[in-house]
C-alpha cells in the first residue's frame, strides 16, 4: 500500500517532533503531574505505609503561619532582588546599547553576560570568601579607609541579596539591552530637535519603549529568586530561611514529600499566576 | 551635565558593574593560590590546593562523572533538540504554537519545583536516584536551549535551497545531509555547548536526582560548603568556572560569528 505523500509527510514531522517533546513530557510533564498527585496524599505511596487522600497538606498550608510567613518572605526577597536589578542593569544596558559602538560593545557585551553562564554556585560560594568577617572586603575597606570599620555582612540578608543581585542581574541587562537595541535612533534625535531635554527624552521616548525588554527582566528575575535555597542557605546562615529552604527540607531533611509537594505546587502557583500576568508583556518583548 | 560628562559617568557606571561581577570571582581565584588554610592575608603563592586536590579522590570522582554526565546530556539533547527544530522551520501544522509554549515551562518554573518533582515521579516509576535520573533530567532541562538556538540559526536559512535541491532529485534525507545541515552546523555546535553547560553547571536539579556517595562536582561542592570551607573548594571551583567560561565563549563564538559575515 503506497503512503500518500501528505500522510507520509506527517510521519517525518511526528518522527522529528516526537523524540523530543517526549522526552520533556516524561522528564517534565509527567513529574508536574505526579506532583499535584502526591500532595494530596497522606503519606508516601512506597512500601506498605497506610496513607490516603487528604487535603491536609494543603490545609497545612493555611493553617501554619509559618508557611504564608515564609511564602511573603521569599516574595519580598524577589521584589527585592528585582529592585536592584531593574536599578543597576538599565543604565548598564543603557550604555551597552547607546554609549558604546562598535567591537568594544561587542566584548563588554560579551563580559556582562559570560558569568551568567557559569556555575552559580560556585559564585555564590565566592561570595562567602568575600563577605565573611576578617575576610577580603573587611581587610580591603579598612587598608582605604583611614578609620577601622567592622564588617561582616556573611550570614545576613544583605548578603543573601547581593548573591542573587550577582547571579541573576545579567538577565535584566540582557533583556533591557535587546529593548533599547531596538530603538530607532532618529526617533531620539527627532525628540532632541524638538526642543526636549535629556530628563524628558528618557521618560517619554526611551522608557516606555524599553519597558518590556525590563519587565521581561524582571519576570526572569522574580520568579527563580522566590524559589531560591541554595543561596539563602550559604550566605543567609541562620536568617537565611526562606520558603525554598522549607521545600527543601520536606524532601531531603524530613522526607514528608506529601508536605513538600503541596509547599512546591503553591510555589508553582504563584509562580504561574505571574507568568500569566507578564504574559502579554513578554509577548510584546518577544517582537 | 555636557553630554561627555553623562558618557563618563556611563562607562563608569559599567565598570563598576564589571567589578562587582568579577571581583567576587577574581578574589576566590586568587584565594586558591594562597598558602593559608583560613584565607590569612598577606598572601602567600602556592599551589599545595591544587596538588591537594589531585590525591582527592571523591573529588575527581565527582568530577569524572559531571563531564560524562555532561556529555551524554550533550549528544542527546543537540540530536533531539535539532531534529525537533528542522521539523518545526520546515512544516507548517496545526499545534505548532502550542509546541513552543511548551518549551518554557522546563526554562521558567523554578528548578527546585522541577527537580523535586522529577524526584517523585523517578522514585514513583521505581527508577529512583541516580545517574541515569540525572541525565534524564538534565536532557530535559537542555532541549528548550538547543531548539532556541538552532531555530535562531535557521531562521537565517533560505528554504528554497531544500526546494533546489529536491528539484533535483535529492531524497529527502539527502537534503538534509548536504543542505540543511552544513548551514545549520554553527547553530547546532552552539546549541551543543550551551547543552554542556545546562548540564555541567547544573546544580538543583542534580542536588534531588543524585544519590549520596555518587554524586556531580556541584553537588559535593554544595555539601562540602555546608560542612565548612576549605580552598580546596577553591581550587575545584576555580577549575570549574574557567572551564564554563571557556565553553561559553567559544559557544558566542559559533553562535556570533557562524556564518552572518
Known amino acids: ?287 | 551635565m555636557s553630554a561627555l560628562a553623562y558618557r563618563t559617568l556611563g562607562l563608569i557606571w559599567l565598570g563598576a558593574v564589571l567589578f562587582f561581577l568579577y571581583a567576587p570571582i577574581l578574589v576566590m581565584a586568587a584565594m586558591s593560590f594562597n598558602a593559608s588554610e583560613f584565607y590569612q592575608l598577606p598572601f602567600r603563592f602556592s599551589t599545595q590546593w591544587y596538588a591537594r586536590l589531585a590525591d582527592n579522590q571523591e573529588i575527581l570522582d565527582a568530577a569524572a562523572r559531571s563531564v560524562l554526565i555532561a556529555l551524554c546530556v550533550t549528544a542527546i539533547a543537540t540530536t533531539l533538540g535539532s531534529m525537533a527544530s528542522i521539523a518545526m522551520f520546515r512544516h507548517e501544522f496545526r499545534g505548532k504554537r502550542l509546541l513552543q509554549v511548551l518549551l518554557f515551562p522546563p526554562i521558567a518554573i523554578p528548578w527546585l519545583i522541577t527537580g523535586t518533582a522529577m524526584l517523585i515521579f523517578f522514585f514513583g516509576v521505581g527508577l529512583g536516584r541516580g545517574t541515569p535520573a540525572v541525565i534524564i533530567g538534565h536532557v530535559a532541562l537542555a532541549i528548550p536551549y538547543v531548539i532556541v538556538v538552532v531555530t535562531a540559526r535557521l531562521a537565517t536559512f533560505d528554504p528554497t535551497l531544500e526546494e533546489a535541491a529536491r528539484a533535483l532529485g535529492a531524497d529527502a534525507w539527502t537534503v538534509t545531509r548536504r543542505v540543511t545541515l552544513p548551514w545549520i552546523a554553527p547553530g547546532i555546535v552552539a546549541g551543543a555547548l550551551f547543552a554542556f553547560a545546562v548540564s555541567f553547571d547544573q546544580f538543583v536539579v542534580s542536588y534531588f536526582l543524585s544519590e549520596p556517595g555518587d554524586s556531580t562536582l556541584p553537588v559535593l561542592i554544595y555539601t562540602a560548603i555546608r560542612k565548612g570551607f576549605t580552598p580546596e573548594i577553591n581550587a575545584i571551583s576555580t577549575i570549574i568556572i574557567t572551564l564554563s567560561m571557556t565553553v561559553m565563549l567559544i559557544a558566542a563564538r559559533y553562535s556570533k560569528f557562524g556564518g552572518d559575515r
Request: net charge positive.
Open chain 1, 1 to 287: 500500500m503506497a503512503i500518500h505523500p501528505a500522510g507520509q509527510r506527517r510521519l517525518g514531522v511526528l518522527g522529528l517532533l516526537s523524540p523530543a517533546y517526549l522526552w520533556l513530557t516524561v522528564a517534565i510533564f509527567l513529574p508536574l503531574s505526579a506532583m499535584l498527585y502526591f500532595s494530596v496524599l497522606s503519606d508516601v505511596p512506597f512500601g506498605d505505609t497506610d496513607w490516603h487522600y487528604s487535603l491536609e497538606n494543603y490545609r497545612a498550608f493555611w493553617e501554619n503561619p509559618v508557611y504564608a510567613t515564609l511564602l511573603w518572605k521569599s516574595v519580598k526577597l524577589g521584589l527585592m532582588v528585582t529592585l536592584v536589578s531593574v536599578l543597576v542593569g538599565f543604565p548598564c544596558a543603557y550604555v551597552l546599547a547607546k554609549v558604546i559602538r562598535g567591537r568594544a560593545r561587542e566584548t563588554l557585551f560579551l563580559l556582562v553576560i559570560l558569568p551568567f553562564w557559569s556555575n552559580s554556585l560556585v559564585r555564590i560560594f565566592s561570595w562567602a570568601i568575600v563577605l565573611r568577617g576578617n575576610g577580603v572586603l573587611e581587610r580591603s575597606l579598612n587598608a582605604i579607609l583611614p578609620f577601622e570599620v567592622d564588617v561582616n555582612l556573611m550570614f545576613s540578608t544583605a548578603a543573601v541579596v547581593i548573591g542573587l543581585v550577582h547571579s541573576y542581574l545579567p538577565y535584566v541587562i540582557l533583556t533591557s539591552y535587546l529593548g533599547l537595541q531596538a530603538i530607532d535612533d532618529s526617533l531620539i534625535d527627532a525628540a532632541r530637535s524638538m526642543g526636549a531635554g535629556k530628563l524628558t527624552i528618557l521618560a517619554r521616548v526611551i522608557l516606555p519603549l524599553a519597558l518590556p525588554g525590563v519587565l521581561a527582566g524582571a519576570v526572569l528575575i522574580f520568579v527563580p529568586v522566590v524559589g531560591s535555597f541554595m543561596e539563602p542557605r550559604i550566605l543567609g546562615g541562620r536568617v537565611g530561611t526562606y520558603y525554598g529552604t522549607v521545600i527543601e527540607d520536606q524532601f531531603v531533611a524530613v522526607f514528608n514529600w506529601p508536605l513538600g509537594a503541596a509547599l512546591s505546587f503553591v510555589l508553582l502557583a504563584v509562580v504561574l499566576g505571574i507568568l500569566a500576568l507578564a504574559s502579554p508583556i513578554l509577548r510584546k518583548a518577544q517582537t
